[in-house]
């Protein structure tokens, strides 16, 4: 019979109390894990939405509300750029240091959706997360004089219930988060295959149908201008039968996604200086916006987390000396006797340890369970909401700290009861019982 | 094979003075011999035993067991010692509660040796009468068959010397006599020598030598 029966008997013994002091050691575990896997999926999530470029051009500003509102169509509406800028990538001064660029407007949605209005390159030319191209669930990539055409993300096709030839009509999102006015319908001619990226959550509509909607020549800045005294409608009303009329308009993009010359580093670089420098615009590598953002913001806003979900553990596992110091006078007898039987001082100690080590590790263990049914649980919405999935199973490396860690510190907690034992007096306490 | 001599301790009072319990110059047991040895309550039965089995310290004089001189062991050595060959019987049995009666067998032979002989417990718990009580733990059993466990664990690890603290006091009158003879007979069986105490006259008289603690504890005399 091993000293481990023997702890896990007396253990057994008082049930009740053993059951509570290893549940809330459950807890304290559970909330650790959480936080690690939840750390590890906001990890990814962050690092997901910005591969397949390395700049992203915008209005002059903050450079985290730029990332957060291009890559993950998150925060207020930022500023626009004249479209013209994005032409310099194109066919312009910048063309030389550019692999691929791909111009994106925002601030409209349909349904909850993020409607984004972009270029077919967006889907040919730029990847995501380690290189995987982008491939079409059903139909294809819309083409570029086919205006009015859609490409939906698997998410939100799924959410809104948008099928392949269905239409919907953007609307501009108010600072309430309304969708405003409704636009000219867009028709879904491609779905796209689940890519685990915020992209899955958009709608991505054509650029020059964009372009053309009535509604936006009176647009913010459009409109501004028709207020300045410049007069755009008449301007283009004089090219009326020309098809590319609308190029003449004053047209906008809020970013450009750039993919810079690998070959060349030093003009992308050059590059990078070039537009900061400059006043229309800037350009920001979203990597490192996005790492700083998550080491000084999220990566603190975690590490108070997980210093909370440790002080619970350490908590719980102060409820452990406690249970088990409360339960020595009753015990003193027991330790007594099997004293008498010839264990020795060490053994009980140990047999006191073994206790603690048993509630922490089995509590530990059922906190490891708790904590990875509560992922399970709530994957379904982790998936939606950052397109990072996640199992049960998602175990994080660090999880095997926890087992050193809880031996630890069911020793350090066990220590005052166990020294108490260590100390009992083998006769005066024989001899109080009788 | 026992061998006291000049074995005195007394304990500190509350008020600081102290109290001399044990004063003995001399007590000798043979190989396999049975002795009782009786005293009214609280004049130092238990104090002597303890002293023996080396729970409690002697504060001075020697108590030999055999060929060791037990009052010059270490704490840790008095435990071993204490587990390999001497038994005790406790007046208020002390099985341990959350384990079964083999289980309490099988324990105080780990506690000795570091492992248990499942055979020779049971075959002990049969010798006791208790084969159809060997899962049983000891709120299910009746103090009789509670002080019978107690008898089989404190003859498991084949001691030479078995220590019996009023073994039947705590004994219903129906099976305080079946409680006596079981002990006497597995003594003798073993070749066991027994160290009996006991305040009560019955118990005394079945034993060929019996010892009054008074008369030869000095102590005694002054308390
Ligand atoms: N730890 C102790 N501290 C002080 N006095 C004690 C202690 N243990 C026993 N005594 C005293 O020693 C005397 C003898 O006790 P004990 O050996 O238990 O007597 P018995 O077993 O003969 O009834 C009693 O008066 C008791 O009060
Ligand atoms: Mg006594």
Redesign the interface.
């Known amino acids: 019979m091993s000293l481990w029966k023997v702890a896990w008997r007396s253990i057994a013994q008082r049930a009740l109390s053993s059951a509570l002091t290893a549940f809330s050691m459950g807890l304290g575990i559970a909330l650790v894990v959480a936080v690690l896997v939840i750390h590890g999926v906001v990890h990814q999530s962050f690092e997901r939405g910005s591969q397949g470029y390395d700049l992203i051009v915008g209005a002059k500003g903050g450079q985290l509300q730029l990332v957060l509102n291009t890559v993950f169509y998150l925060g207020q509406p930022i500023e626009n750029i004249p479209y013209d800028f994005y032409e310099e990538f194109i066919v312009g001064r910048f063309e030389p240091a550019v692999e691929a660029a791909v111009p994106v407007c925002m601030g409209h949605a349909y349904k909850g959706a993020p409607v984004v209005a972009t270029v077919p390159e967006m889907f040919e030319k730029l990847t995501y997360l380690d290189g995987r191209e982008y491939a079409f669930a059903e139909g294809s990539n819309f083409e570029q004089h086919n205006f009015y055409a859609a490409v939906a993300g698997a998410t939100a096709a799924r959410k809104i219930g948008l099928k392949l030839g269905g239409t919907f009509q953007p609307g501009v999102v108010a600072p309430d988060g309304h969708a405003d006015h409704e636009d000219v319908p867009f028709e879904v001619v491609g779905i796209l295959e689940p890519t685990g990226t915020p992209n899955d959550n958009v709608l991505f509509i054509n650029m020059e149908g964009f372009f053309r909607c009535p509604a936006h020549a009176m647009e913010a800045s459009s409109a501004k201008q028709l207020l300045e005294g410049g007069n755009h409608r008449d301007e283009t009303h004089e090219h009326d039968a020309d098809d590319h009329h609308h190029d003449h308009i004053h047209k906008e993009v809020t970013a450009i996604l750039v993919c810079t010359r690998a070959d060349r580093p030093q003009l992308a670089m050059s590059l990078r200086e070039v537009i900061n420098e400059g006043q229309v615009a800037q350009a920001v590598q979203p990597t490192r916006v996005i790492a700083d953002f998550f080491q000084n913001v999220v990566g603190n806003l975690q590490l108070l987390l997980l210093m909370l979900a440790v002080l619970v553990v350490v908590v719980a596992g102060i409820g452990i000396m406690v249970s088990i110091y409360n339960s020595m006078s009753d015990r003193r007898h027991e330790i007594a006797v099997m004293r008498a039987l010839g264990a020795g001082r060490t053994t009980v100690m140990a047999i006191i340890l073994m206790e603690s080590i048993l509630l922490s590790l089995g509590g530990g263990l059922l906190g490891v369970v708790l904590g990875h049914g509560l992922i399970a649980a709530l994957s379904p919405t982790i998936v939606e909401q950052t397109g990072v999935m996640v199992s049960a199973l998602h175990f994080q490396w660090v999880e095997l700290v926890l087992i050193p860690g809880l031996i630890v510190l069911a020793t350090l907690v066990g220590y005052l009861p166990a020294a108490a034992a260590y100390r009992t007096d083998v006769a005066k306490s024989l001899t109080a019982a009788q | 094979m026992l061998h006291l001599t000049d074995v005195r301790k007394s304990f500190t009072q509350p008020d600081g003075s102290e109290l001399p319990i044990l004063d003995i110059p001399e007590f000798h047991v043979a190989a396999g011999e049975q002795a009782v040895l009786v005293g009214r309550s609280g004049c130092g039965k ?2 002597l035993l ?1 002293v023996i ?1 080396g ?2 310290r002697a504060d001075a004089g020697k108590v030999r067991i055999d060929d060791w001189e037990i009052t010059l062991f270490s ?2 050595e008095c ?2 010692f ?3 060959r001497i038994g ?1 019987v ?3 049995f ?1 099985l ?4 079964s009666a083999l ?1 309490n067998v ?3 032979m ?3 040796r570091g492992r ?1 002989d499942k055979a020779r417990a049971r075959q002990l718990l049969k010798r006791v009468g208790l084969e159809h009580r060997m899962t049983h733990r000891p709120a299910m059993l009746s103090v009789g068959e509670q002080q019978r466990v107690a008898v089989a ?1 404190a003859l498991a ?1 084949g001691p030479k010397l078995l220590l019996a603290d009023e073994p039947t006091a705590n004994v219903d009158a129906g099976h305080q006599q079946q409680v006596l003879d079981l002990i006497r007979e597995t003594c003798r069986e073993e070749n066991v020598a027994l160290v009996l105490v006991t305040h009560g006259a019955e118990v005394a008289e079945q034993f060929e030598r019996i010892d009054h603690l008074e008369q030869f504890n000095r102590a005694g005399a002054v308390a």
């Open positions: 238990t104090t303890h089995a729970i409690s704490e840790a435990d071993r204490r587990a390999q005790y406790f007046q208020t002390n341990l509660s959350g384990f289980e099988l324990l105080a780990r506690f000795a248990a664990r690890n």
